[in-house]
């Protein structure tokens, strides 16, 4: 069975320090993608970053990153130089169903970032 | 301006009330998805959509009911059958197979 789990349920760190939030999956597909959304208070959530699974390059945009280790099935996102404005609950999501394109999400980690 | 509306915000209900949530887009996406997302939880699925008149259930249905009369609506009904219905809702739309999924700003409802 999918699932996925961010062991972290909130961290809390002072602006500027870099910050790394986990993401562990499990599947049986060969085929899938995984996800990284970010929800501020407002409550509506925001598309980050897609990644299937046949590509482990890492990706970085700007002060975010992100780390794919098939090897030890994780989706680790970095923030470098954390702004006050990261402050958001952050999921990791995980494709199931084939090609229906339905999404399995982490229960999020809340991020503060104090000033 | 493309996107993903909700409403209301904020909806308050009695017990034994059957009540409807709006989801509408305009991003002429085929899939429609709702969510429910309490406190410290993730999101969990309710119903989705990959086509007009047609929808499946997901992960949990019971007590909620939806209908997809045009490509641009979702709506969900939440019935007096849901036990503990105090979540907040969101709304996701999708163009295809393994994309992203864009997100509605949520309804927040109460059972008074």
């Known amino acids: 069975a999918q699932k996925v789990t961010q062991a972290q349920t909130e961290i809390s760190v002072v602006e500027k320090e870099d910050v790394t939030l986990d993401c562990v999956y499990e599947t049986r597909d060969t085929t899938y993608y995984l996800f990284w959304y970010k929800q501020p208070p407002s409550g509506e959530l925001v598309f980050l970053i897609r990644?299937?699974?046949?590509?482990?390059q890492n990706e970085i945009s700007g002060r975010y990153s992100w780390n794919f280790q098939k090897s030890t099935s994780s989706f680790n996102f970095t923030i470098t130089a954390s702004q006050v404005v990261d402050s958001a609950v952050y999921f990791c999501a995980l494709s199931y169903g084939g090609s229906q394109g339905n999404l399995i999400f982490g229960k999020g980690t809340k991020l503060s970032v104090k000033p | 301006d493309g996107g993903i509306t909700q409403s209301p915000k904020y909806l308050f209900r009695k017990e034994g009330q059957n009540v409807t949530l709006s989801c509408e887009q305009n991003l002429n996406h085929d899939a429609m998805y709702w969510y429910r997302q309490d406190p410290g939880q993730g999101l969990r699925l309710i119903y989705y959509s990959q086509i007009v008149n047609d929808f499946q259930k997901g992960d949990i249905a019971e007590g909620y009911s939806v209908s997809r009369e045009k490509k641009e609506s979702f709506p969900l009904t939440v019935t007096s059958a849901q036990k503990n219905p105090t979540a907040f809702y969101l709304c996701a739309s999708s163009d295809g197979s393994y994309n992203e999924q864009f997100f509605g700003p949520g309804t927040r409802l109460t059972v008074l």
């Open positions: 990644r299937n699974s046949f590509d482990e």
